[in-house]
Antibody
Framework: EVQLVESGGALVEPGRSLRLSCAAS????????MHWVRQAPGKGLEWVSA????????DYADSVKGRFTISRDNAKNSLYLQMNSLRAEDTALYFC????????WGQGTTVIVSS | QLVLTQSPSASASLGASVKLTCTLS???????IAWHQQLPEKGPRYLMK???????NKGDGIPDRFSGSSSGAERYLTISSLQSEDEADYYC??????????FGGGTKLTVL
């Protein structure tokens, strides 16, 4: 079964850091680009970041550029999102998704930024 | 600037058909889009990719009741024989440069 499972969400204070993980299974992970997408409470989907299959290219939304870093470990079938200098507006459910078409999604992990 | 515009809400009766619209910003008429469904309290689910010529490629297991089409800058998702489980938020999505992705604001579909 093709599956993505996010983890690492937590309640953190503004200005702190957090690292999210996405574990992939059921497909050849290193064949696919991967994305992070977030959804603030009661809001729509917001694309956050993407990385190509060989990590050769990455891209970020303007709202997180310079603060978040996407990476992957193909040997571990895992995708990561390092989030630094967190702000209240980063509070959201964070999803990982597969491929340029975002054709497989995880169930999300919750990040709450609050003092 | 690449922007996708969706109506915030739509409604239709059980068993009827509904056509949701996603409009591409000026100058982007030839862009393909994808449709995603998000059931309440669930992660999104990929439905299909819709090309500018109206052709579409559905994801695995997506029922025949779901179809896509295009006209100019508009991309459509049509759901026929509406069922209660189709009540969800529907998002369109496209691609900017390389791997950059843009989402529409989403349409909340209510099945009456």
């Amino acid at each position: 079964e093709v599956q993505l499972v996010e983890s690492g969400g937590a309640l953190v204070e503004p200005g702190r850091s957090l690292r999210l993980s996405c574990a992939a299974s059921g497909f050849t992970f290193d064949d696919f680009a991967m994305h992070w997408v977030r959804q603030a409470p009661g809001k729509g989907l917001e694309w956050v970041s993407a990385i190509t299959s060989n990590s050769g290219s990455v891209d970020y939304a303007d709202s997180v550029k310079g603060r978040f870093t996407i990476s992957r470990d193909n040997a571990k079938n895992s995708l990561y999102l390092q989030m630094n200098s967190l702000r209240a507006e980063d509070t959201a459910l964070y999803f990982c998704a597969r491929d340029l078409d975002l054709d497989v999604w995880g169930q999300g992990t919750t990040v709450i930024v609050s003092s | 600037q690449l922007v996708l515009t969706q109506s915030p809400s739509a409604s239709a009766s059980l068993g009827a058909s509904v056509k949701l619209t996603c409009t591409l910003s000026s100058g982007h008429n030839n862009y393909a889009i994808a449709w995603h469904q998000q059931l309440p309290e669930k992660g999104p689910r990929y439905l299909m990719k819709v090309n500018s010529d109206g052709s579409h490629n559905k994801g695995d297991g997506i029922p025949d009741r779901f179809s896509g089409s295009s006209s100019g800058a508009e991309r459509y998702l049509t759901i026929s024989s509406l069922q209660s489980e189709d009540e969800a938020d529907y998002y369109c999505q496209t691609w900017g440069t390389a791997i950059h992705v843009v989402f529409g604001g989403g349409t909340k579909l209510t099945v009456l």
